[in-house]
Protein backbone atom coordinates (compact mmCIF):
# COMPACT_ATOMS: atom_id res chain seq x y z
CA UNK A 1 0.00 0.00 0.00
CA UNK A 2 1.47 3.44 -0.84
CA UNK A 3 2.63 5.88 1.91
CA UNK A 4 3.73 9.36 1.12
CA UNK A 5 5.04 11.39 4.05
CA UNK A 6 5.94 15.37 4.23
CA UNK A 7 8.08 16.96 5.74
CA UNK A 8 8.18 19.32 8.07
CA UNK A 9 3.99 19.35 9.47
CA UNK A 10 4.65 23.01 9.49
CA UNK A 11 6.99 25.51 8.40
CA UNK A 12 7.28 29.82 9.33
CA UNK A 13 9.63 31.58 7.92
CA UNK A 14 10.18 35.77 7.28
CA UNK A 15 9.30 37.04 3.69
CA UNK A 16 11.51 36.81 0.99
CA UNK A 17 13.30 33.28 1.97
CA UNK A 18 13.76 30.92 -0.27
CA UNK A 19 12.41 27.06 0.96
CA UNK A 20 11.66 23.68 0.06
CA UNK A 21 9.02 21.33 1.35
CA UNK A 22 9.82 17.40 0.99
CA UNK A 23 7.99 14.53 -0.02
CA UNK A 24 8.60 11.09 0.44
CA UNK A 25 6.56 7.85 -1.27
CA UNK A 26 6.87 4.49 -0.48
CA UNK A 27 6.21 2.79 -3.60
CA UNK A 28 8.67 4.15 -6.36
CA UNK A 29 5.94 2.60 -9.37
CA UNK A 30 3.94 6.06 -9.66
CA UNK A 31 2.56 7.05 -13.09
CA UNK A 32 3.03 11.08 -11.63
CA UNK A 33 3.25 12.93 -8.86
CA UNK A 34 1.46 16.39 -8.15
CA UNK A 35 1.62 19.03 -5.54
CA UNK A 36 -1.49 21.07 -4.56
CA UNK A 37 -2.21 24.20 -2.46
CA UNK A 38 -5.03 24.37 -0.39
CA UNK A 39 -6.20 27.37 1.18
CA UNK A 40 -8.39 27.41 4.70
CA UNK A 41 -11.85 26.83 3.74
CA UNK A 42 -11.09 25.79 -0.13
CA UNK A 43 -10.52 23.24 -2.31
CA UNK A 44 -7.58 22.13 -3.86
CA UNK A 45 -5.41 24.43 -6.80
CA UNK A 46 -2.72 21.85 -9.09
CA UNK A 47 0.83 23.57 -8.71
CA UNK A 48 2.32 21.15 -10.69
CA UNK A 49 2.29 17.76 -12.16
CA UNK A 50 5.89 15.85 -12.51
CA UNK A 51 5.26 13.07 -14.59
CA UNK A 52 7.30 9.61 -13.67
CA UNK A 53 10.10 10.21 -17.02
CA UNK A 54 10.44 13.36 -15.53
CA UNK A 55 12.92 14.89 -12.93
CA UNK A 56 11.43 18.14 -12.67
CA UNK A 57 8.88 20.63 -13.77
CA UNK A 58 9.04 24.16 -13.18
CA UNK A 59 5.97 26.97 -12.69
CA UNK A 60 7.08 30.65 -11.93
CA UNK A 61 8.76 30.55 -9.01
CA UNK A 62 8.05 26.82 -8.06
CA UNK A 63 10.27 24.04 -9.12
CA UNK A 64 9.35 20.37 -7.99
CA UNK A 65 11.86 17.44 -8.54
CA UNK A 66 11.33 13.82 -8.74
CA UNK A 67 13.91 11.26 -7.76
CA UNK A 68 11.20 7.98 -8.36
CA UNK A 69 13.92 5.36 -7.34
CA UNK A 70 14.17 6.94 -4.12
CA UNK A 71 10.77 7.86 -3.53
CA UNK A 72 11.31 11.87 -2.60
CA UNK A 73 10.06 15.12 -4.47
CA UNK A 74 10.73 17.77 -3.27
CA UNK A 75 9.08 21.67 -3.76
CA UNK A 76 11.40 24.91 -3.89
CA UNK A 77 9.80 27.96 -3.72
CA UNK A 78 11.85 31.19 -4.31
CA UNK A 79 11.66 34.65 -2.61
CA UNK A 80 8.47 33.56 -0.54
CA UNK A 81 6.03 35.93 -0.62
CA UNK A 82 2.41 36.36 2.42
CA UNK A 83 0.18 35.42 -0.35
CA UNK A 84 2.26 31.93 -0.56
CA UNK A 85 0.78 31.07 3.07
CA UNK A 86 -1.03 27.72 2.33
CA UNK A 87 -0.90 24.29 3.03
CA UNK A 88 1.00 22.33 0.33
CA UNK A 89 0.08 18.70 -0.46
CA UNK A 90 1.84 16.29 -1.79
CA UNK A 91 0.03 13.12 -3.91
CA UNK A 92 0.87 10.30 -6.20
CA UNK A 93 -0.88 8.46 -8.77
CA UNK A 94 -0.15 4.74 -9.52
CA UNK A 95 -1.76 5.00 -12.98
CA UNK A 96 -2.34 7.25 -15.39
CA UNK A 97 -6.77 7.55 -13.97
CA UNK A 98 -5.76 6.51 -10.56
CA UNK A 99 -7.17 7.96 -7.69
CA UNK A 100 -4.49 10.29 -5.86
CA UNK A 101 -2.91 9.60 -2.53
CA UNK A 102 -2.13 12.06 -0.37
CA UNK A 103 0.26 13.14 2.01
CA UNK A 104 -0.66 14.84 5.55
CA UNK A 105 0.02 18.11 4.07
CA UNK A 106 3.14 21.21 4.67
CA UNK A 107 1.47 24.10 6.84
CA UNK A 108 3.45 27.42 5.25
CA UNK A 109 3.44 30.80 7.02
CA UNK A 110 5.17 33.40 5.64
CA UNK A 111 5.65 36.22 7.86
CA UNK A 112 5.53 39.84 6.63
CA UNK B 1 -14.80 26.74 -18.34
CA UNK B 2 -16.69 26.30 -14.92
CA UNK B 3 -15.27 24.28 -12.67
CA UNK B 4 -16.02 21.58 -10.03
CA UNK B 5 -19.72 22.66 -8.40
CA UNK B 6 -20.38 20.76 -4.99
CA UNK B 7 -23.41 21.89 -2.23
CA UNK B 8 -24.15 22.48 0.26
CA UNK B 9 -21.38 24.02 1.33
CA UNK B 10 -21.71 23.19 4.79
CA UNK B 11 -23.89 20.68 6.72
CA UNK B 12 -24.50 19.81 10.45
CA UNK B 13 -26.22 17.01 11.13
CA UNK B 14 -26.41 14.74 14.48
CA UNK B 15 -25.59 11.16 14.45
CA UNK B 16 -27.60 8.42 12.87
CA UNK B 17 -29.14 10.73 10.77
CA UNK B 18 -28.62 10.76 6.99
CA UNK B 19 -26.65 13.10 4.23
CA UNK B 20 -26.29 13.46 0.95
CA UNK B 21 -23.91 15.38 -0.80
CA UNK B 22 -23.93 17.02 -4.76
CA UNK B 23 -21.54 16.86 -7.51
CA UNK B 24 -21.18 18.34 -10.78
CA UNK B 25 -17.75 17.90 -12.65
CA UNK B 26 -16.28 20.03 -15.01
CA UNK B 27 -18.40 19.55 -18.95
CA UNK B 28 -17.30 16.64 -20.38
CA UNK B 29 -14.87 14.94 -18.17
CA UNK B 30 -15.55 11.11 -17.90
CA UNK B 31 -13.90 10.33 -14.55
CA UNK B 32 -15.16 11.73 -11.17
CA UNK B 33 -13.67 11.10 -8.00
CA UNK B 34 -15.28 11.34 -4.29
CA UNK B 35 -12.43 12.31 -1.41
CA UNK B 36 -12.82 12.63 2.45
CA UNK B 37 -10.38 14.93 4.14
CA UNK B 38 -10.29 15.12 8.07
CA UNK B 39 -9.10 17.49 10.11
CA UNK B 40 -5.23 17.76 9.61
CA UNK B 41 -4.79 14.74 7.31
CA UNK B 42 -4.57 14.55 2.97
CA UNK B 43 -7.64 14.07 1.25
CA UNK B 44 -8.28 9.79 0.94
CA UNK B 45 -10.02 8.46 -2.23
CA UNK B 46 -13.63 7.27 -1.49
CA UNK B 47 -15.05 6.03 -4.76
CA UNK B 48 -14.07 6.60 -8.47
CA UNK B 49 -16.52 6.36 -11.39
CA UNK B 50 -15.47 6.25 -14.85
CA UNK B 51 -18.62 7.72 -16.67
CA UNK B 52 -21.30 6.05 -14.63
CA UNK B 53 -19.42 2.56 -13.62
CA UNK B 54 -17.43 2.30 -10.43
CA UNK B 55 -13.70 2.09 -10.87
CA UNK B 56 -12.41 1.72 -7.23
CA UNK B 57 -14.96 1.66 -4.12
CA UNK B 58 -11.78 -0.12 -2.08
CA UNK B 59 -12.15 2.64 0.74
CA UNK B 60 -15.48 3.62 0.83
CA UNK B 61 -17.39 2.02 4.38
CA UNK B 62 -20.32 0.39 2.12
CA UNK B 63 -21.92 0.13 5.42
CA UNK B 64 -22.85 3.68 5.65
CA UNK B 65 -21.68 5.29 2.69
CA UNK B 66 -23.23 4.79 -0.91
CA UNK B 67 -22.67 6.61 -3.99
CA UNK B 68 -24.07 6.90 -7.85
CA UNK B 69 -23.72 8.62 -10.79
CA UNK B 70 -26.47 8.49 -12.96
CA UNK B 71 -26.07 9.48 -16.87
CA UNK B 72 -21.98 9.52 -16.13
CA UNK B 73 -22.58 13.52 -15.25
CA UNK B 74 -23.66 14.06 -11.92
CA UNK B 75 -22.59 12.29 -8.58
CA UNK B 76 -24.37 12.25 -5.29
CA UNK B 77 -22.37 11.08 -2.23
CA UNK B 78 -24.73 9.85 0.94
CA UNK B 79 -24.36 8.73 4.35
CA UNK B 80 -26.94 6.90 6.49
CA UNK B 81 -26.45 6.60 9.33
CA UNK B 82 -24.00 9.25 10.06
CA UNK B 83 -20.98 8.80 12.93
CA UNK B 84 -19.31 11.30 14.72
CA UNK B 85 -15.87 10.09 12.83
CA UNK B 86 -17.87 11.03 9.68
CA UNK B 87 -16.99 14.63 10.37
CA UNK B 88 -15.05 15.97 7.29
CA UNK B 89 -14.47 17.90 4.37
CA UNK B 90 -16.22 15.72 1.27
CA UNK B 91 -14.13 16.86 -2.21
CA UNK B 92 -15.12 15.89 -5.51
CA UNK B 93 -12.71 16.24 -8.48
CA UNK B 94 -12.75 15.36 -11.93
CA UNK B 95 -10.15 14.30 -15.13
CA UNK B 96 -10.84 14.29 -18.53
CA UNK B 97 -9.70 10.75 -20.54
CA UNK B 98 -7.31 12.62 -22.76
CA UNK B 99 -3.65 10.90 -22.56
CA UNK B 100 -2.17 14.68 -22.14
CA UNK B 101 -4.25 15.65 -19.21
CA UNK B 102 -3.81 13.71 -15.61
CA UNK B 103 -4.51 16.45 -14.00
CA UNK B 104 -7.58 16.29 -11.42
CA UNK B 105 -9.94 19.52 -10.71
CA UNK B 106 -11.36 19.98 -7.44
CA UNK B 107 -14.51 21.14 -6.07
CA UNK B 108 -14.35 23.61 -2.98
CA UNK B 109 -15.85 20.79 -0.83
CA UNK B 110 -18.51 19.67 1.77
CA UNK B 111 -17.81 20.44 5.13
CA UNK B 112 -20.07 18.45 7.33
CA UNK B 113 -19.93 18.19 10.86
CA UNK B 114 -21.76 15.16 13.17
CA UNK B 115 -23.02 16.26 16.65
Known amino acids: KQEVTQIPAALSVPEGENLVLNCSFTDSAIYNLQWFRQDPGKGLTSLLLIQSSQREQTSGRLNASLDKSSGRSTLYIAASQPGDSATYLC???????????FGKGTHLIIQP | EAGVAQSPRYKIIEKRQSVAFWCNPISGHATLYWYQQILGQGPKLLIQ????????DSQLPKDRFSAERLKGVDSTLKIQPAKLEDSAVYLC?????????????FGPGTRLTVL
Open chain 2, 93 to 105: ASSSDRFDTDTQY
Open chain 2, 49 to 56: FQNNGVVD
Open chain 1, 91 to 101: AVQGGGADGLT
